[in-house]
């Protein structure tokens, strides 16, 4: 023990008169862990909020009967199987909309506490231990978790109104209840939802579900197992996987910055680890003692990464929730609540980046032999290898991208695909960059750009850490940015096409919609009406929305098809086929001409698939059939909305009148250009978390090459101290090192572009359909490629400033010093 803390003294003292190389260990892996733990920080809240979502309801496993056509039924059928034995309990859902400067809407949840089976939980809470008499007496209550209430602008207590002017019962918090949800009796559910009579499921002890139904009832409720559950869970998984791939690559960047410090500490210390070993050290005390000084920093770092992480998924928690909310209707708490489980996995993350960034280090420590230790030209000759064995291992990584390329069939193999690439780029850079220096080499004439050239070829190896994160940092962000680009033309042209129509209106319910379609007929300028009728079904497994239009020119003009068969909308006017959104034909491994074999209440119908169309952001599967054929096999749809088409200048005043005509909130009546806003606006919000992460990617790269040449300053006046002796001056000097470190940065944007266009390729073509099931079309922006050329070269002239500062400002008498040192 005493060895060991002599060794830690002595190894430790090197800090003291490095500073600079202590806080660049420190700044790395506070980075990397930082970037990591806060994209962590925000799956594991959304995640947490799908675990409080599945669990409003909770028990044993518990069997669903739901309608087999639309989403709700008569609550006679639950009346009549309580009186033959069954032991069902009704719940009734839906949406529940409040007025404001933004609508607002939650999920409205009707239960009957006295009937839940057995074991059954509420909000996390057991059902036989709730206060029955408050809840289901007068006036009740509603049950909301705290960061709802907050979101609504509510206080416990208060009889909020909605938008259709609906009272609810007084509000109380249940800390366990998932966000976006409220909790009341299945009566002031049905007064609130204007669904009297109305239930949407029944639950019942899955033993007993395995009894047939009255034969009355089989044409009206089918059984749904509990394991169908999960959609929320398989929707979102792409988007998380999303966010976990930026963590990661900024992780991994961040420890280039950890990984070309401790290099250079560990050549620096050459001369000390030789003496500690002459001083009778053994091997495994000093490699012992260096990782208790690697385990240390990994503490100090890990420590401050954790909570910087949990600031960034502070700041990015509102567009992360938007996004869900937006894309999949998944609602995620606007405040982070974390176990002690993610604090834990954060400082042992920051200890695995101190051990991965320090590993190789070590090693060629420990094999080189002892005599060895403190000849450069022993650790120039370690250094070969690597870069041999870099080479190698970039080929295997090639070749791995490449099988995934042609077999991978799921998104974690498109995944390994983006890793393969961007490491095997990553360690070829070295090479390619000397190679390019080799043959610019062969061009000089002069004996100053002779040294220009073999002295940039000097500084390659340690500087190749913090170019290939500049590297990976700029792909990154060409290879994002062209899609998120070309993603934003596309929708930008998909919207404008598909919605065609003038006004849009969401009635309450059928009823409703049948009533203003009957007074809109006889209202002057009105071009058309166009109902869209819809049932909820599932396809394998997956939910799916089927929409009924009726025959119109609009269709035929603004609803464009990706492939389609000959005379396609004729078929469907006449109910002789189906179009497809195009995920949920990739996930149905459905072609055109093959056949959909759709649960009809009448029986089972088999269409052909006449048509393919997108469907961005519509996590749902969706098929189009014509309206008269739906209604003929499914009495039972409802009517959700109508699109009318008009004169621009009868939109506004037609809009206010059905709003008090038929007391529509703003939310139900909506004109084209604000629902094109909104859909812009929930585009960017999608978007604005990968964009940060990209921008700090691009930003923690630049501070690798600003640490790394700042840690290189001492060194290199020995290199330039020769050249000011033999006439140059020191400002001279400092421009041929600028222009060194531009040159190499130069090197490293070129090809960079490259990369992140295959990065691009590989995000519309590869990840976006085995996450999303479309593909994009790829788009190229000389613009962009041109901007984030520029911002990498800038990154490396501000990062090159500080070196070169201190360069020019450096003492004659510490040039002249670099002659009294051996060399």
């Excluded at 033959?84 to 809407?105: D, K, Q, T, Y």
């Excluded at 928690?317 to 993610?342: C, F, H, I, K």
């Excluded at 850079?429 to 080499?441: I, R, V």
């Excluded at 000097?733 to 572009?753: K, N, R």
Aim: charged share 15%; net charge neutral; aromatic share 6%.
């Amino acid at each position: 023990m005493g060895m060991l803390r002599i060794s830690l003294q002595a190894l430790l003292s090197h800090w003291r008169r490095h500073p600079l190389q202590f806080f660049s260990i420190l700044t790395g892996l506070w980075l990397a862990t930082a970037l990591w733990t806060g994209v962590q920080a925000l799956n594991s809240q959304a995640r947490a909020d799908y675990a409080r979502a599945s669990a409003v309801l909770a028990g044993p496993a518990q069997a669903q009967l739901v309608a087999r056509q639309g989403p709700r039924f008569a609550q006679a059928a639950y009346v009549q199987l309580r009186r033959n034995g069954w032991p069902v309990s009704p719940l009734l859902e839906g949406r529940l909309r409040f007025a404001g400067e933004e609508p607002l809407s939650v999920q409205l949840l009707g239960i009957e506490p006295l009937s839940l089976p057995q074991g059954s939980e509420v909000g996390g809470r057991p059902a036989d231990g709730l206060d029955i008499a408050s809840f289901l007496g007068s006036p009740g209550q509603a049950w909301i978790a705290a960061d709802t209430l907050q979101r609504l602008g509510l206080r416990v207590g208060e009889q909020a109104l909605t938008a259709d002017g609906q009272r609810l019962p007084p509000l109380q918090v249940q800390e366990q209840l998932a966000p976006g949800v409220i909790v009341v009796d299945i009566g002031q559910a049905q007064r609130l939802l204007q669904a009297p009579g109305q239930l949407s499921r029944l639950l019942l002890p899955a033993d007993f579900a395995k009894r047939a139904l009255p034969d009355e009832l089989q044409a009206v409720l089918q059984l749904q197992p509990a394991a169908d559950g999960d959609d929320l869970q398989r929707l979102t998984e792409s988007f998380h996987l999303n966010l976990t791939a930026l963590g990661l690559l900024a992780f991994i960047v961040g420890l280039f910055i950890v990984h070309a410090a401790i290099g250079l500490a560990l050549e620096q210390r050459r001369g000390l680890l030789r003496t500690l070993r002459a001083c009778g050290v053994s091997l495994g005390g000093l490699l012992g003692a260096l990782a208790i000084e690697l385990g240390l920093f990994a503490l100090l770092s890990g420590l401050a990464g954790v909570a910087s992480g949990y600031a960034l998924a502070s700041l990015l928690l509102a567009d992360v929730a938007a996004s869900l909310r937006g894309l999949y209707g998944a609602e995620v708490a606007g405040q982070l609540s974390l176990a002690p489980q993610w604090w834990l996995a954060g400082l042992a993350i920051s200890l695995l980046g101190a051990l991965l960034a320090g590993a190789s280090s070590l090693l060629r420590a420990a094999n080189l032999p002892l005599l060895a230790l403190a000849q450069p030209q022993a650790w120039r000759l370690a250094q070969g290898l690597w870069l041999r064995r870099q080479a190698w291992l970039a080929a295997g990584l090639l070749l791995l991208a490449l099988a995934c390329w042609r077999f991978g069939d799921s998104l974690l193999t498109a995944f390994v695909l983006l890793a393969a690439l961007l490491l095997a780029a990553a360690l070829l850079l070295p090479a390619l960059l000397d190679g390019a220096l080799a043959l610019l080499a062969r061009r000089c004439r002069g004996p100053l750009s002779e040294w220009f050239v073999a002295d940039s070829r000097q500084q390659l190896p340690a500087l190749a850490l913090a170019l290939m994160a500049l590297l990976l940092a700029l792909a990154a962000s060409v290879g994002v940015g062209s899609m998120t680009e070309g993603f934003r033309q596309t929708f930008t042209g998909w919207l404008d096409q598909r919605l065609s129509a003038e006004l849009y209106l969401a009635p309450r319910d059928t009823e409703q919609a049948e009533q203003i379609s009957t007074w809109l007929e006889a209202q002057p300028g009105i071009e058309a009406i166009l109902p869209h009728w819809r049932v909820d079904l599932r396809l394998q497994g997956w939910p799916a929305q089927l929409q009924g239009i009726v025959d119109h020119p609009s269709y035929r003009q603004h609803w464009p098809l990706l492939e389609q068969q000959d005379d396609v909308w004729a078929q469907l006017a006449a109910g002789q086929g189906v179009l497809l959104s195009e995920q949920l034909a990739r996930r149905l491994k459905l072609r055109l001409g093959d056949a959909l074999t759709l649960p009809a209440a009448d029986g089972e119908q088999r269409l052909p698939v006449l048509g393919l169309y997108a469907d961005y952001g519509n996590p749902k599967g969706h098929l189009l059939v014509n309206a008269a054929w739906l209604r003929r096999h499914w009495p039972d749809a409802s009517l959700s909305n109508l699109s009318l088409r008009l004169p621009a200048a009868r939109v506004a005043p037609l809009k206010a009148e059905l709003e008090q005509r038929y007391e529509l909130d703003g939310s139900r009546l909506i004109d084209q250009a604000s629902l094109k806003r909104w859909s812009t606006r929930v585009f960017e919000r999608t978007f604005a978390a990968t964009a940060a992460l990209n921008s700090l990617t691009l930003g923690v790269a630049g501070v690798a090459l600003f640490i790394s040449l700042l840690t290189l300053g001492q060194s290199r006046l020995g290199q330039l101290a020769p050249l000011w002796a033999l006439g140059l001056g020191r400002a001279r000097l400092a421009w041929l090192s600028l222009g060194q470190t531009l040159l190499l940065a130069s090197l490293t944007v070129l090809l960079a572009m490259p990369l992140g266009l295959l990065l691009a390729w590989c995000l519309v073509a590869v990840v976006n359909v085995q996450a999303f099931g479309w593909r994009l079309p790829l788009h190229v922006f000389p613009a962009q490629l041109l901007q984030l050329g520029l911002l990498g070269l800038l990154t490396s002239l501000l990062a090159a400033a500080g070196p070169l500062w201190q360069l020019a400002r450096s003492q004659p008498a510490d040039l002249l010093r670099q002659f009294a040192d051996e060399r």
